[in-house]
């Protein structure tokens, strides 16, 4: 079956940076969609990045368009999400999810698969 394993969170002030990285198995995800969402207490599933696991098509969230980037490394399975210019609003727990489907989508409901998410704070 497919597991999502979400590893990077952390603590970090404001102006600074980090990685996070999923490893996916399970599958082959040649034909997928990887994305990141995000989740701040009391907020909606927000959608951050999604990239097509074939062609490298990347998409953003308007909030961390310019500051995010996504990637993959097919030889690893994994998926990336680097996370730069952090700010407290972006302080949230994170989430990797995998999409059977070639087009991207922006919704939460469109991902089949989900990791069990990685808590990234950002101080003041």
């Known amino acids: 079956h497919v597991q999502l394993v979400e590893t990077g969170g952390g603590l970090v002030q404001a102006g600074g940076s980090l990685s996070l990285s999923c490893a996916a198995s399970g599958r082959t995800f040649s034909s997928y969609v990887m994305g990141w969402f995000r989740q701040a207490p009391g907020k909606e599933r927000e959608f951050v990045a999604a990239?097509?696991?074939?062609?490298?098509?990347?998409m953003y969230g308007d909030s961390v368009k310019g500051r995010f980037t996504i990637s993959r490394d097919n030889a690893k399975n994994t998926v990336y999400l680097q996370m730069n210019s952090l700010n407290p609003e972006d302080t949230a727990v994170y989430y990797c999810a995998a999409r059977p489907s070639p087009s991207v989508s922006v919704s939460a409901r469109g991902y089949n698969y989900w990791g069990q998410g990685t808590q990234v704070t950002v101080s003041s």
């Open positions: 990239i097509k696991w074939n062609s490298g098509t990347t």
